[in-house]
């Protein structure tokens, strides 16, 4: 018994202590510095967009967790205004470098240079797109600005090992979402395409947003971007399963339609792909104005009895022709707003219905909204954290159903994207092995550098 070797605990601590205390620091100021830029970001966000709201007509409705549901719409005072949509998508794809968040997340973590000014364009053509009514996420812009930070200071200092960008790109999602601990857990599963994650890269990711979020909420606030306080108990369960069903069936639509548009419309030119977004949301503001934007605002509408069944269902659809369609083209913005959207206006449909979904409207948006995502993104735990964040504990019996079926169910996107862990061998452990990825397949366009990867 006394014979045994003993480790030196103090020396390993020493070790640990010298390797994980500068990262923790570096981590926090580069959160931090990050939740400074993106509040000036997203300052100039609302800027363009209400600018060119009024100029068009119309203000889609905030989230009530930023600004709340201050709505304008007297339509164009001249209609063929509204018909300059489809040039200034045009222009705006000339704009940006046609890349977005999932392939400046590959170079990072292959640690390959990016051409000069590209993230700078991509954050440019993302925000004058969602200015101009398109359907994504600002987490694409806010999620290409901090990997762009931290990948600079990560270049700056070298002897931390990396890891800081992991730190701004977190600091970007969760101050998207206003949710720093689902941001960074999103941070990591988008990277990593399986249920193991690297610890290297959620410390910093954890840090980095909850810093980021610190000083973003300063400007912004801290409350939920929706606040859905509703309490479920253990007999939500299989109310949880068939929004899961309903949710993956959603998701499996959404990704394998605009994988299928994709194919047919990849012949046209890039310009004259972001022009036909343009024409349809040019027709959404003269025909169904409730469809443009991002569409959070409407959720929390959704959940109220001004909006009555037939008129959420009729919004859904019209939000999933045009999210094909902008996924079809690849267009700037991320797809993980969206995703919630279409799950919780799914979720506040079938709160209409009888019997086993007679549940309180708030907590299956709140559901199906984080299944949609956590089918979409591939990201389960962050999809779990969002809605704990958003509306709390007490909606896990619901949500924790509905967001493993939906994750289950759901195809991935693009199986050969991101960055795969490597098995386990008796060498060395997936958490410390670098990820392998398959060669991606030949790309027509690739040297053109005008094709955008999904999120």
Do not use: C
């Not at 470098?97 to 051409?115: I, K, N, Y």
């Not at 007999?235 to 548009?261: D, K």
């Not at 199986?415 to 060395?428: F, I, K, M, Y």
Request: glycine share 12%; aromatic share 8%; net charge neutral.
């Amino acid at each position: 018994m006394g014979r045994s070797p003993q480790l030196n605990f103090p020396t390993l601590w020493d070790q640990e202590v010298r390797h994980t205390g500068p990262l923790i620091l570096y981590s926090a100021f580069t959160g931090a510095l990050a939740g400074l830029l993106l509040a000036f970001l997203n300052a100039l966000l609302r800027a363009l967009t209400e600018a060119l709201g009024l100029f068009f007509g119309y203000l889609a409705p905030e989230p009530p967790g930023e600004g709340g549901l201050a709505q304008a719409f007297t339509g164009p005072s001249f209609w063929p205004l509204a018909f300059l949509l489809p040039l200034l998508f045009a222009l705006t794809s000339l704009l940006g470098t046609g890349q977005g968040l999932a392939a400046f997340l590959l170079q990072a973590r292959e640690d390959r240079p990016s051409p000069p000014s590209s993230h700078l364009r991509a954050v440019l053509g993302g925000i004058l797109q969602l200015s101009l009514y398109s359907p994504m996420g600002r987490e694409g812009p806010f999620g290409v600005l901090g990997l762009w930070l931290g990948r600079g200071l990560d270049r700056r200092f070298p002897r931390l090992g990396g890891g800081l960008a992991f730190a701004g790109l977190a600091a970007g999602l969760g101050a998207s979402l206003h949710a720093p601990v689902a941001g960074a857990l999103l941070a990591t599963e988008i990277l990593y395409r399986s249920l193991l994650l690297e610890a290297r890269a959620l410390t910093p990711a954890l840090i980095g947003a909850l810093a980021g979020f610190a000083v973003y909420g300063a400007f912004y606030g801290y409350t939920p971007l929706l606040t859905f306080q509703a309490q479920v108990d253990m007999g939500a369960l299989p109310a949880g399963a068939l929004v899961g069903l309903v949710a993956a069936a959603l998701a499996t639509l959404w990704v394998e339609g605009s994988r299928l548009l994709e194919a047919r419309i990849r012949p046209l030119p890039y310009p004259w792909r972001h022009a036909l977004l343009g024409l349809a949301l040019a027709l959404a503001l003269l025909f169904l104005p409730e469809a443009l934007g991002s569409g959070l605002g409407w959720v929390a509408v959704a959940t109220t009895p001004l909006l009555p069944p037939l008129a959420v269902l009729s919004l859904l659809f019209a939000k999933l022709l045009l999210l094909l369609l902008a996924s079809g083209i690849r267009a700037y913005g991320g797809p993980y707003t969206p995703a919630l959207v279409l799950g919780g206006l799914l979720g506040a449909f079938l709160a209409h219905l009888p019997g086993p979904m007679a549940l309180p409207p708030e907590t299956l948006a709140l559901a199906g909204g984080v299944a949609v995502l956590a089918g979409v993104a591939r990201a389960p735990f962050a999809a779990t954290v969002l809605a704990a964040e958003w509306g709390g504990y007490a909606t896990l019996p619901l949500v924790l159903p509905a967001v493993l079926l939906a994750y289950v169910l759901t195809p991935a996107y693009n199986p050969t994207e991101g960055v795969r862990e490597g098995q386990a061998t008796p060498e060395g452990s997936p958490s410390e092995t670098p990820p392998q990825r398959e060669p991606p397949p030949p790309d027509p366009e690739a040297a053109g550098g005008r094709e955008t990867p999904p999120g």
